[in-house]
């Protein structure tokens, strides 16, 4: 792979197909990218990597950032005999953002593309006009002509996700793709290892890329329990309802504005110690970053927190509109923003570490 950085990165790796539950796409791009520097690379039974950049031994302080490569998507289900496919939603995806979307399946022959079916709005009768289709009510068209013709590509258990380019507007200054959710954090832990080469530490750092998140049974438990962090952030992307009409209270956070950082989520109330000095490190470095206003989602900080002993658990979120579609929408600057932020924290003094670690109990 070439060596991308930055936005273009997280273009590359937005660009791979890698459902839940077929991660290897994105792993093996990940160690590539990798592989030049100084980081131990490590790979577990489930498919999660470890990328270990170790500290010079003055403190025993471990630190966890991680990130998951999965993205939501779609399982083929059934092979009706016209050639059409039936599926199920892999992840969170609303079904109100199906019909007639371009999708790409990894088929037998490698990706190939398809349409979610939808039927035209002259044929829908009124009281269709005012439901929206469940994804067992539509078919994936691959333009087979029949039940064998499919077989020749499509098995059942196949995996796919949307086809979407990665563009920006807004003068350069927003971007789109999908699975944004979650190769923003992927893409921003691979800067930071190969910024930092060369670069030493007091506390070891352990960079995981995480499998499965988006169908709830993530690989992070398996990596937390072996790592057994003293302190966990895990880089996400949140939804956000900065939209007309929404009360700003409801808005969750608002792009442009740096990473969002929550207190509490619907898996998970987070340690008040780091959730402080998260904001803390942030405004003494001159960092944009927020408070996570609404108390809505999750994330593998569900898994982490209470792994082990328990964890001093953050998750640092960059705000995203349209989450779970074909189209999530990021401000390019939270991007660097977070990057910096994880930068000053693995910059910070490890005896405040320690205490953090610890939920500032003395």
């Given amino acids: 792979m070439k060596k991308l950085y930055g936005t273009e990165l997280l273009k590359e790796l937005c660009d791979i197909i890698a459902p839940s539950g077929a991660e290897l796409p994105v792993a093996n791009a990940i160690i590539s990218i990798l592989e030049d520097t100084s980081a131990v690379i490590t790979r577990d039974n489930v498919g999660n990597v470890v990328a270990i950049k170790k500290g010079n031994g003055k403190s025993d302080v471990k630190i966890m950032v991680s990130a998951h490569m999965d993205e939501v998507g779609f399982l ?14 892999a992840g969170g995806i609303d079904n109100s953002v ?21 039927k035209p709005v002259h044929l ?10 469940r994804a067992d009510e539509l078919r994936i068209d691959i333009g087979a002509s029949s039940r064998e013709d499919a077989e020749e590509y499509i098995s059942i ?27 923003f954090g992927c893409a921003v832990m ?38 057994a962090p003293d302190i ?18 409801s808005r969750v956070a608002y792009t442009g504005e740096g990473p969002a950082i929550s207190f509490m989520d619907r898996g998970t109330v987070y340690h008040k110690s780091v959730y402080d000095f998260l904001l803390r490190t ?13 108390v809505s989602g999750g994330n593998d900080a569900a898994y982490i927190h209470s ?56």
């Fill in 282 to 294: 942030a405004k003494e470095n001159r960092i944009k970053a927020q408070p996570k206003r609404f």
């Fill in 232 to 249: 966990s952030l895990v880089l996400e992307s949140t939804a956000v309802a900065d939209l007309a009409d929404v009360p700003s209270h």
């Fill in 307 to 362: 792994a082990l002993d328990g964890t001093a658990t953050a998750a640092i979120s960059i705000p995203t509109r349209y989450l779970h579609s074909a189209s999530c929408v990021i401000a390019e600057e939270d991007y660097f923003s977070t990057k910096d932020l994880i930068l000053a924290i693995m910059k910070s003094d490890p005896k405040e570490l320690s205490e953090v670690a610890k939920g500032g109990k003395k």
């Fill in 157 to 183: 258990g196949t995996v796919g996700t949307f086809a979407s380019d990665f563009i920006r507007f807004g003068d350069g200054k927003m971007l789109k793709g999908k699975a944004i959710d979650d190769r």
């Fill in 76 to 89: 083929v289900t059934g092979i009706d005999a016209d050639g059409r496919l039936s599926f199920a939603n």
């Fill in 98 to 118: 199906l019909g007639a979307r371009a999708v790409k399946l990894m088929s037998k022959k490698g990706i190939i593309n398809g349409v979610i079916s939808a």
């Fill in 190 to 227: 691979c800067d930071i290892i190969r910024e930092t080469e060369g670069k030493t530490f007091d506390f070891d750092v352990y960079f995981a890329f995480t499998t499965r998140e988006e169908i709830g049974f993530s690989g992070i438990l398996t990596t937390t329990e072996r790592i």
């Fill in 124 to 133: 829908l009768t009124p009281a269709e006009r005012t439901q929206t289709p």
